[in-house]
């Protein structure tokens, strides 16, 4: 199978070989393509999401991404369309997923017995929606005293995240999808939002729809956590959301997530560059790992996958083997070879 592979800064490079030692535990055969951006897209091609490494991405469909940062770019990124104009995008992540037109950004987060607590039984996939709301980055200074900037939600945008949503429940055994908004406030946008899950939900009377407001949201996922199930949510409450989520799971190093599009997936964790710990060898590499296994059951490897869960939350549930963030010492390699080891030596309950 050939997996594009970003390498990516800050922890980003000590993850990925963690992450690819468990694939490899599986035995499947990989062919690593390493994908210039960023640093390397500057490298190489003098931009960090070079047109290059865009059509390598589309021509592999498949890949990891280690987390990025480009401080020169200051967030914001021009790139160069096939017709001669250019996009200028708020920042890199968002510039990968919108000329790949990857559109959804699911991100399961679950608990672990004896290290979530009290939130073990949290269990719950948020479908965010990552082509447009505030992140389209259209804002603007006016003077040297105000700034504004536009949320956009489209119909088109707001029914196929939903759709993916109702489908997703449908096929994994979800019993409720929650839409999170603030349609009280933002009656155009936040409303189209909602009134787009609520025509599809409309089509799914087999699985159970409700709407909360994204503050009362984050209350009852603290009080409640087994109220959620499948959430759909527009890009920037989904990406708070998933933040606090991964949070009541014990470290934002358990949070896998991926960007799917119609014919193109990137795997990612959910997490950032984390320089404070970059380069010490005590990152927590399993939100990657989960990645590489949703990468595999996307790609059809559905008994691949489910062994690299057991053996990710198998190792997580013994407590033995632990990076600083869960509270243990172990460091980053140390983890993904015992994952690995059991990848390769299930235990049979
Ligand atoms: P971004 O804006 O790119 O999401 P951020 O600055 O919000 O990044 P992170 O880079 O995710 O945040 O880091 C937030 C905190 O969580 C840091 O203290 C970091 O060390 C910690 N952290 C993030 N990921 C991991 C990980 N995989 N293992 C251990 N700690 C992590």
Not at 15 to 32: C, D
Not at 146 to 164: G, H
Not at 236 to 246: E, K, N, P, V
Not at 302 to 323: F, Q
Request: aromatic share 6%; charged share 20%; proline share 5%.
């Amino acid at each position: 199978m050939k997996v594009g592979i970003i390498k990516g800064n800050g922890i980003g490079p000590e993850i990925v070989q963690a992450t690819q030692l468990v694939l490899e535990a599986t035995s499947l055969q990989f062919e690593w393509i390493p994908i210039p951006i960023a640093d390397e897209g500057l490298k190489q091609y003098g931009h960090p999401l070079p047109s290059e490494a865009v059509n390598l991405l589309k021509e592999i469909k498949l890949a990891i991404k280690a987390p990025l940062i480009v401080n020169k770019l200051q967030g914001r990124l021009a790139c160069r369309q096939p017709d001669g104009s250019e996009i200028v995008y708020p920042s890199l992540n968002n510039a990968i997923r919108r000329e790949l037109k990857l559109f959804v950004n699911p991100r399961p987060i679950r608990g672990i017995s004896g290290l979530s607590e009290p939130h073990h039984n949290l269990d719950t996939i948020i479908m965010r929606e990552i082509t447009e709301d505030v992140y389209i980055g259209w804002e603007h200074r006016i003077g040297d005293h105000a700034a504004q900037a536009i949320k956009l939600t489209t119909r088109e945008a707001a029914t196929r995240l939903a759709r993916y949503a109702f489908e997703y429940a449908k096929s994994n055994q979800r019993s409720k999808v929650t839409c999170i908004h603030k349609a009280n406030v933002l009656n155009y946008t936040d409303g189209l939002f909602l009134e787009c899950c609520r025509s599809v939900a409309s089509k799914y009377p087999e699985i159970e729809f409700d709407d909360l407001m994204i503050d009362a949201a984050c209350f009852h996922i603290v009080k409640q956590p087994e109220l959620f199930d499948v959430v759909a949510a527009p890009n920037q409450y989904g990406d708070i959301f998933s933040d606090l989520c991964a949070g009541l799971a014990g470290s934002l190093g358990l949070a896998p997530g991926a960007n799917i599009g119609d014919d193109t997936a990137v795997f990612e964790a959910s997490h950032g560059a984390a320089p404070d710990i970059a380069g010490k060898g005590i990152a927590n590499p399993i939100a990657l790992i989960l990645s590489g296994a949703l990468l595999l059951r996307y790609a059809g490897y559905a008994r691949e996958a489910g062994l690299i869960e057991s053996a990710t939350y198998s190792v997580l549930e013994k407590g033995e083997l632990l990076t600083p963030d869960l509270g243990g010492t172990a460091g980053t390699m140390e983890v993904a070879s015992a994952i690995a080891h059991a990848v390769r030596e299930p235990v049979i309950a």
